[in-house]
């Protein structure tokens, strides 16, 4: 059984759809992200959610609309997508009380092109 | 800001060789550090992880790595690579300023290709 499960696994589209990407987790976690892995292979954190609730938002564009119908899931919404979105973008969840311990989902690569 | 630099971007050993993958973080604070590794079409791995105490971390499959806190250093190490340790290696710290929040200032990556 995959702990973090993400899909589709690769998604390519062109610029200017709207796009999304699920993620799931059976760890029974409470908290959820996403991050960003761009062409140069930084990651970076985007959202946090914790038992819905957005606790984390790094300056991401107004057009990434995470969303977090329960605690097992967060998916993340991508409108209007532009070429710079092109990128890998991991799921990962993470137990309430210790949240240092992140487990990764095997990502998501995005081409737009 | 915080961040996390790795010095080496793409290394290449042969097998049986001894492994050292350099991170160096800024930031003055209580740090907890990692080491992650992303096999080829997986997901990142937990290698292992500093929180507290013994600066001399072991983590799986014969990795260790050592926390300096003078050097803000948490290179990591294996004595005698196999091919299959060929991945992607990702160093990352947790600052606990952060509140545990989970946020994760990761390193921008080493390569490590094993010859067999």
């Known amino acids: 059984d995959t702990a973090v499960s993400q899909t589709p696994k690769y998604l390519v589209t062109q610029m200017g759809n709207d796009k999304s990407i699920k993620c799931e987790q059976n760890?029974?976690?409470?908290?959820m992200y996403w991050y960003k892995q761009d062409s140069k292979k930084f990651l970076k954190i985007m959202f946090s959610?914790?038992?819905?609730?957005?606790?984390i938002n790094e300056t991401v564009p107004n057009r990434f609309s995470p969303k977090s119908p329960d605690k097992a899931h967060l998916n993340l919404h991508i409108n209007s997508l532009e070429l710079g979105d092109s990128a890998v973008y991991f799921c990962?969840?993470?137990?309430?009380?210790?949240?240092?311990?992140?487990?990764f989902g095997s990502g998501t690569q995005l081409s737009v092109l | 800001a915080q961040s996390v630099s790795q010095h080496n971007h793409h290394v290449i050993l042969s097998e049986a060789a001894s492994l050292e993958l350099g991170c160096n973080y800024s930031?003055?604070?209580?740090?907890?550090l990692f080491w992650y590794v992303q096999y080829p079409g997986q997901h990142l791995q937990l290698l292992l992880k500093?929180?507290?105490?013994?600066?001399l971390v072991k983590g799986i499959k014969g990795f260790e790595a050592e926390f300096i806190k003078s050097k803000f250093s948490f290179n990591l190490r294996k004595p005698s690579v196999q091919w299959s340790d060929t991945a992607e290696y990702f160093c990352?710290?947790?600052?606990?300023?952060?509140?545990?929040?989970?946020?994760?200032?990761f390193g921008q990556g080493t390569t490590l290709q094993v010859k067999p």
């Open positions: 959610y914790n038992n819905k609730e957005l606790i």
């Open positions: 930031y003055g604070g209580t740090v907890n």
């Open positions: 500093y929180f507290s105490g013994d600066p």
């Open positions: 760890l029974g976690h409470d908290t």
């Open positions: 990352a710290v947790n600052a606990e300023g952060s509140g545990n929040t989970g946020k994760l200032i």
């Open positions: 990962a969840s993470s137990p309430y009380r210790d949240r240092r311990q992140l487990f």
